[in-house]
């Protein structure tokens, strides 16, 4: 009886094979159990002869059980942290880090620059009726920015009677829904993405722009020329930067200008403030009355200036890239030669 519960035990490959074991022999009506209780109809030398070795078996027996068990859970755990082994001392795996783009990047800090300055930020949307396109700003049917060749239009099935609608050219636009939404006095600017079909080094059909307007009581074109040299200076990072006033014509400004910023390019290393060369950066102007009128602004009260800068064009100028288009091809050895990825 004791070799074959030992050895059932020593044999016992799981938990679930012990515990059958141990009903067997000292269950209730294990074998053992069972013959303890025979121990009543013997005589007293019988009992204490019988009834000591049959104890000292059911304690071996029951020591056994409770060993192996204990084996059998210490080799389980083994075999997990055999298993789930992590070395913690390997070096982590790299992850990469997602970057700001170089465009996003100059949007925020032109934002930045012009907030310090209290203009809040405005938006409008990338498709945008006929009318805050082109009508609102003063753009006549006969205006070429209308023609196919530059604008990009919505599709509309015949039947289909809504107002059309444009990728805006422009966001100019912005101007008349902030002053339509919070009238005036009012500061914004509005960042956002323009629609050209136009492509070349230095075009692309999706570009940025940065729109400007200020309108108050008195506000004249001496204040745009302190704004947009401010903004020249802190963009730019310099004391001082020369600007070149050049009579121009927007339908939506008059007078208009566009400006030029005084620079030069040393190598790949442009110089701005220096040098006898000048580049074009925004174009802006007085907002027609026409303008106001439209967007529901008393013009004989209220005046004041617009601007719209190219981010893109800023981009290239502040980090030195020479092509626009491959601002857009998501190209990350290009972003990391200029800086812009890990
Ligand atoms: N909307 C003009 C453009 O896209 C720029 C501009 C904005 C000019 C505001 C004057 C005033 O070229």
């Not at 009992?47 to 409770?66: P, S, V, Y």
């Not at 795996?93 to 620059?113: F, K, L, W, Y």
């Not at 930020?121 to 805050?132: C, I, T």
Request: aromatic share 8%; glycine share 8%; net charge negative.
């Amino acid at each position: 009886l004791r070799t074959k519960y030992l050895s059932g035990v020593a044999d016992a490959a799981d938990e679930a094979a012990l515990e059958e074991l141990r009903l067997a022999g000292l269950g209730k009506k294990g074998e053992i159990s069972l013959m303890m209780r025979e121990l009543g109809k013997m005589s007293p030398e019988e009992k204490q002869t019988f009834g000591k070795a049959l104890n000292e078996l059911k304690n071996e027996i029951d020591a056994a059980l409770r060993e192996k068990k204990q084996a059998l859970a210490d080799a389980a755990l083994e075999a997990r942290l055999q298993d789930e082994w992590l070395d913690v001392t390997l070096p982590g795996r790299p992850r990469r880090q997602g970057t700001i783009h170089p465009v996003s990047q100059v949007m925020d800090e032109v934002t930045a620059i012009f907030a310090d300055m209290g203009f809040s930020v405005a938006e409008g949307p990338q498709v945008e009726d006929d009318w805050h396109n082109f009508d609102a700003l003063n753009i006549a049917p006969e205006h070429p920015a209308r023609q196919e060749h530059d604008t990009f239009f919505m599709h509309r099935d015949e039947g289909d009677n809504r107002p059309p609608h444009v990728l805006r050219t422009h966001t100019s636009p912005v101007q008349i829904r902030a002053m339509q939404e919070k009238g005036a006095p009012i500061r914004v600017i509005a960042p956002g993405r323009v629609y050209r079909m136009d492509m070349d080094q230095t075009h692309t059909p999706m570009f940025h722009q940065i729109e400007g307007l200020a309108i108050g009581r008195d506000i004249s074109m001496a204040n745009l020329k302190w704004v947009l040299e401010e903004f020249c200076k802190a963009f730019f990072e310099v004391d001082n930067v020369e600007l070149r006033f050049r009579a121009s014509h927007f339908p939506f400004t008059e007078p208009s200008a566009e400006v030029d910023i005084r620079c030069s390019w040393e190598g790949k290393q442009l110089k701005i403030g220096e040098g006898d060369g000048w580049m074009e950066i925004l174009g802006s102007g007085m907002v027609h009355p026409k303008v106001l009128e439209a967007a529901g602004v008393d013009s004989t009260q209220y005046q004041g200036f617009a601007f719209g800068i190219g981010i893109d064009r800023l981009a290239m100028l502040k980090y030195g890239i020479p092509d626009l288009r491959a601002f857009f091809d998501s190209d990350l050895r290009w972003l990391k030669h200029y800086g812009f990825a890990p």
